[in-house]
């Protein structure tokens, strides 16, 4: 749900930057869960193409900016070589402590996943509006 929100936050801004997907313990080739589907299609979103790919040591040396739900996904990043440019979203944003990790909705009901949907919106506008004022600061 996160890399389809900021696709579609760059998109409407006709920004140039490339949003990818991977996790650190993703089932390489999995589709997206029903309960993430569902709320990004009430949400304007497709994610019937979606497909999880594993986060790999090459993927994180050719990204310049990482951004995870939470604190134990960016350690896991960091392992594999993303120092200095991985920041958990709430931290990237302003929040700290337990606000600034989003939950992982696997497994739970809609509304979980609906709840997870709106915070990662209302911190992925302000990441968006971060990054992009970083590129006006430092083109190229």
Same mark, same amino acid.
């Given at each position: 749900?996160?890399?389809?929100? !900021?696709?579609?936050?760059?998109?409407?801004?006709?920004?140039?930057?490339?949003?990818?997907?991977?996790?650190?313990?993703?089932?390489?080739?999995?589709?997206?869960?029903?309960?993430?589907?569902?709320?990004?299609?009430?949400?304007? &979103?497709? &994610?019937?193409?979606?497909?999880?790919?594993? &986060?790999?040591?090459?993927?994180?040396? =050719?990204?310049?900016?990482?951004?995870?739900?939470?604190?134990?996904?960016?350690?896991?990043?960091?392992?594999?070589?993303?120092?200095?440019?991985? !920041?958990?979203?709430?931290?990237?944003?302003?929040?700290?402590?337990?606000?600034?990790?989003?939950?992982?909705? !696997?497994?739970?009901? &809609?509304?979980?996943?609906?709840?997870?949907?709106?915070?990662?919106?209302?911190?992925?506008?302000?990441?968006?509006?971060?990054?992009? =004022?970083?590129?006006?600061?430092?083109?190229?």
């Amino acid at each position: 749900m996160a890399a389809a929100l !900021f696709r579609r936050e760059f998109e409407e801004r006709n920004a140039p930057v490339h949003v990818r997907s991977a996790g650190t313990g993703a089932w390489d080739g999995a589709s997206a869960s029903e309960g993430a589907y569902l709320i990004a299609l009430e949400n304007g &979103l497709d &994610l019937s193409q979606h497909r999880a790919t594993l &986060l790999t040591r090459a993927l994180v040396a =050719e990204t310049d900016l990482i951004l995870t739900m939470a604190r134990h996904h960016r350690t896991r990043v960091e392992d594999l070589g993303g120092q200095g440019k991985t !920041f958990v979203l709430g931290e990237y944003v302003g929040r700290d402590g337990d606000s600034a990790e989003v939950s992982d909705p !696997f497994g739970g009901s &809609l509304e979980v996943y609906r709840e997870t949907y709106h915070e990662i919106e209302r911190m992925g506008s302000l990441a968006v509006e971060k990054i992009l =004022e970083g590129l006006r600061e430092n083109p190229g």
